[in-house]
């Protein structure tokens, strides 16, 4: 169906750049899609990736370094004079182009702008150059096709052509009046469809969903989802139209942000994949094993505080890791059941009061249910004087876990960091160290009340 | 720039819904959007929600039956006569129409089916019912436009004309033989700016990336997202042509997956929404609190089996806590990084020596840097005998850790289950146990040595 990389074909390629086979390797990668001589390049030491991608037609080439993992671009564009790099930024479309830009030093990036021979596309990145990440502006382009309201289909079908090499997928025509303001859209269907000679004020639809530039990218996504769009108008506060957004942007948005919250709750510090260096990863994977072990050590403080206790039960050690398991459990369970509510905009948001009480609710038949099993355990191992010490303990665990676990996520939504942070390992030690102190304060409390 | 539902504008249409006034729900349902039409219907009672969704424009109806969440539309269709709801299934995609019948009981299935004015739509419908759920022939949709490779523009205009209401996003005219076989597509920008005369075979591209009825879900979204593909061509295993997906299908797939994934990794046995009932709630959180309860109580059996040794030291219960949660902090990283590498099918896969060899080294320079932070600490509390045996059980719970996270999520994949399922309390809390045993073992072999 598709393309499959082998270590064989791998060879030959390589055996090619080393002979310097131009017309093999332009034959080569003439068969292949764009991404597909991207996952070659993967594996190329940066080298002759140089060598291979300066033989490609250069649409080809802005389009494989358009999608290219932007740390291995990195590398790879270390190698590339800002002379060789401008032609493939004059084949990208100007969202792509900005993306990679900004990764860039200054200096290339202004040298690579003066130097692009199509003007029109110097300018478009230059207005896009100024939208801080993270918000509809970043993910624009500003290739697309639009047209004055008072005009015709055959103008219209004037403009496709001779903006057919600019835009990719044209999906639709934006309608603007004479100030540039967005009035609606016509789609490409209903072109094919329509006489030539009709007025596209007629036959246009005004029930148009746009952005403006400032609005949180998660929010684009969400509601390109909603409406099902493949490609949504960015407006600026005047509505004018400024460019669209298209899905397969979209796409990786919804596809990073996944990465990125499985990552948070995973505890790793950053980006970073699995065939990275082994520094790099123990680098990303480090701070919150010792915030985890800082941690646990202050609950070892805690748990040594309470050595005389353990010294006359030492079956209470035992019950140390239901304490610090069943709290971590029930944080994780809880903020990830908010942390997905958080992303769900349709409907009425629900009140801070409902979600507690009915977190309570919960909580109380969990904390229950567990408190038992392991209240029944103590008669197992013969110490049911601890059975209303382990199985309060674990509704109390429960009950705070499910508290923390439903405003944690809340609070850090609302100061504007990752709510997933909310099921790592920062709030799971946290749970961990707070239960083993109401654990040992209700067997210390109820154990002297006996 | 998007609607948004308040409680005032809920108590309009409730009020509207209670009085009958059905010119004036009418009226306001037009100036909405199906998908926000939606969100009303998610806020009211199913009655209601009944009535105000047989008020709807068919087309409208459908479209916004196809999005509704399949539980609270399986609440919904329960008022809704096998009659009552076929108009609406006349009006949908053939994917959305299945997905949708495939929830029903089979007497409603076939009664709809019966019903259908479309029969086309039907014959469409009895196609795609026998594809098995999470491939792809499950998220195909039979609507598209094909065209016989002989034929001229002209007769492809006059296709799209005739299928103009069935197929609502065009995308591209895919070209077949004689016998129905895919040879390629011609996007509908080329044919806008084509002489209406020209011959498909002179400018259709044959360079189309398809999939076969068969290939997994997860399979199809990469593919799309690879080759940032709108719309992709199902063939069977002739290559002849019987549908195609659409990318807001695939991006439905992505979330879902996200979702899952994320649901897994938290302990949620099933799927479940923030604002579903108490017993919902608890129903999914329960089994893994449960078996995470129960491996904490065969962690308990193992502490008490030393209670010997904590007689003598009491100390060594103070370490419980970090070694658990290191075990199941370094197992959930590393097997969120398996994780993440097995979705990412572009260049050469990693052998399994490498990944292992790679995962050692960094276990090596994490366990070393964990274990003297903790070594550190017993000085700090005066137990300078304990710094080997945490040290020593501290490395040692890494490595293993590390071992089991990437050995579970690829042994998981390799028998088709989910592999996020390794970064859940399952695995965390047989990390723990593990941990325990290791850490116990060692102060004991440790501690009698010396």
Redo the contacts between chains.
């Keep these: 169906?598709?393309f499959e990389?082998t270590?064989d074909y791998?060879d030959h390629i390589q055996t090619a750049i080393e002979a310097g086979d131009d017309a093999l390797l332009r034959a080569e990668m003439e068969e292949l899609?764009p991404?597909d001589i991207?996952?070659i390049l993967?594996?190329l030491e940066p080298e002759p990736a140089h060598y291979l991608l300066s033989l490609l037609d250069k649409s080809v080439g802005a389009e494989i370094l358009a999608?290219l993992d932007p740390t291995d671009r990195t590398n790879l564009l270390k190698r590339f004079t800002s002379a060789e790099l401008a032609p493939f930024i004059n084949q990208m479309d100007s969202d792509d182009a900005v993306d990679l830009l900004n990764q860039q030093p200054i200096q290339v990036r202004e040298e690579v702008i003066g130097l692009l021979e199509d003007r029109e596309q110097a300018r478009f990145i230059l207005d896009l150059l100024h939208y801080e990440d993270g918000v509809a502006g970043s993910l624009m382009q500003k290739e697309l096709i639009k047209i004055n309201v008072n005009l015709t289909v055959n103008a219209c079908?004037e403009e496709?052509?001779q903006q057919?090499e600019a835009v990719e997928?044209?999906y639709a025509v934006y309608v603007v009046d004479d100030v540039g303001k967005l009035l609606g859209l016509v789609s490409?269907?209903k072109?094919?469809?329509a006489r030539k000679t009709a007025k596209i004020a007629d036959i246009y639809d005004d029930?148009v969903?746009?952005?403006?530039t400032y609005?949180p990218v998660a929010e684009v996504a969400e509601?390109m989802?909603?409406?099902?769009l493949?490609a949504i108008p960015v407006v600026n506060v005047q509505q004018r139209l400024l460019g669209r957004i298209t899905?397969?942007d979209?796409?990786?948005v919804?596809?990073n942000q996944?990465?990125e919250?499985?990552?948070v709750?995973?505890?790793?510090s950053g980006e970073?994949?699995?065939?990275d260096s082994?520094w790099q990863?123990?680098k990303v994977?480090?701070p919150?094993?010792?915030a985890?072990?800082?941690?646990?050590?202050m609950?070892?403080?805690v748990?040594?505080g309470f050595?005389n206790e353990?010294?006359k039960i030492?079956?209470?050690?035992?019950?140390?890791?239901?304490i610090?398991?069943?709290g971590?459990?029930?944080g994780?369970?809880t903020?990830?059941?908010?942390?997905?509510?958080l992303t769900?905009t349709?409907?009425?948001s629900?009140t801070l009061g409902r979600?507690l009480l009915?977190t309570l609710?919960?909580a109380i038949?969990?904390g229950l249910?567990?408190g038992i099993?392991?209240g029944i355990?103590t008669f197992i191992?013969g110490e049911p004087r601890l059975f209303f010490v382990v199985a309060t303990s674990l509704l109390a665990v429960v009950l705070l876990a499910s508290f923390m676990g439903t405003i944690t996520p809340l609070l850090l939504n609302r100061i504007g960091i990752n709510p997933a942070v909310a099921?790592g390992?920062f709030i799971?030690?946290a749970n961990?160290?707070i239960g083993?102190g109401v654990y040992f304060l209700i067997a210390q409390w109820l154990l002297t009340e006996v």
């Design positions: 169906m598709t990389l270590k791998l899609f991404a991207s996952g993967y594996e999608n079908i496709i052509r057919a997928n044209v490409l269907k072109i094919v469809l029930d969903v746009f952005v403006e609005r509601v989802q909603r409406y099902d493949d899905i397969d979209v796409v990786d919804i596809t996944a990465e919250d499985i990552q709750i995973s505890g790793l970073v994949e699995e065939d082994v990863r123990s994977q480090l919150w094993l010792v985890g072990a800082v941690g646990s050590l609950a070892a403080t748990i040594n050595q353990l010294g030492a079956a209470l050690a035992a019950f140390i890791p239901i610090g398991s069943t971590g459990n029930v994780i369970q903020s990830s059941l908010i942390l997905q509510s769900d349709s409907g009425l629900t979600r009915r609710l919960v038949i969990n249910v567990v099993i392991a355990y191992i099921s390992p799971t030690t961990d160290l083993i």
